[in-house]
């Protein structure tokens, strides 16, 4: 009788294991936008994609799976790789609003590759890869960074606002407060990079943050020209 039942819970166990390794549980999204003229003014650079300059607008940086306590999940299902051919009709969407700037130039795969592939499928319970994509272009559309800066008087004119006042901005627009990103021109100035908002699981609905990336902002930023 002792063997039997020990192979059993030795069978649940092997079982509780497998649903462990696939289950890709998370909390929320980040929401990943990046200010080009900032990733480009860096003692490394940038392409332009292949397919030209992009708009100066933010771009999508991407949509990141996120635990409460500030961890993440990361490459959750190798076996599921990106794939062009799902994407049709939304090429031209992702190349406006997701480009790549990273050299050597492309034509943005290699990019939304790396995304699908390390955060992506950690929603994949939730989410197929179009519907991922989607739910990016989606709140992109939704949240119009450039213009509600501008209408706060915050432009790239290579002149410094204030971080406060730049998150104000934002919060007073969608309602909630904004995660932001500096990073250091080539002279040496703390310079408006990333902006992040934080999103229920399914990719549709803001909300408050959780908590906030690490940021490396002086009270005053640049926020340069592209």
Request: charge should be negative; hydrophobic fraction near 35%; proline fraction near 7%.
């Amino acid at each position: 009788m002792k063997l039997p039942r020990l192979s059993a819970f030795l069978l649940l166990l092997l079982l509780l294991s497998v649903v462990a390794s696939t289950a890709h549980d998370f909390d929320f999204f980040y929401f990943v936008q990046q200010w080009p003229g900032s990733y480009c003014d860096t003692r490394q650079s940038c392409c332009y994609p292949s397919t030209g300059k992009p708009a100066s607008d933010f771009g999508i940086h991407g949509l990141w799976p996120n635990y409460n306590d500030g961890s993440y999940p990361s490459n959750c299902d190798p076996d599921w790789p990106y794939d062009a051919s799902e994407m049709g009709d939304l090429m031209g969407m992702m190349q406006t609003n997701w480009p790549t700037l990273a050299c050597p130039s492309g034509d943005g795969s290699s990019f939304w590759s790396h995304e699908w592939r390390k955060h992506g499928t950690c929603s994949e319970s939730l989410l197929d890869q179009r519907s991922y994509f989607q739910a990016a272009l989606g709140l992109k559309k939704q949240v119009d960074l450039l213009k509600v800066l501008q209408d706060a008087g915050i432009r790239p004119d290579g002149g410094f606002y204030s971080l406060r006042g730049i998150a104000g901005a934002i919060r007073e627009a969608i309602g909630y407060t904004p995660g932001i990103q500096c990073n250091v021109d080539e002279s040496g100035n703390r310079q408006l990079y990333q902006i992040y908002l934080c999103v229920d699981t399914w990719g549709k609905e803001l909300i408050e943050c959780p908590v906030f990336p690490r940021s490396k902002c002086s009270s005053r930023v640049e926020f340069p020209p592209f």
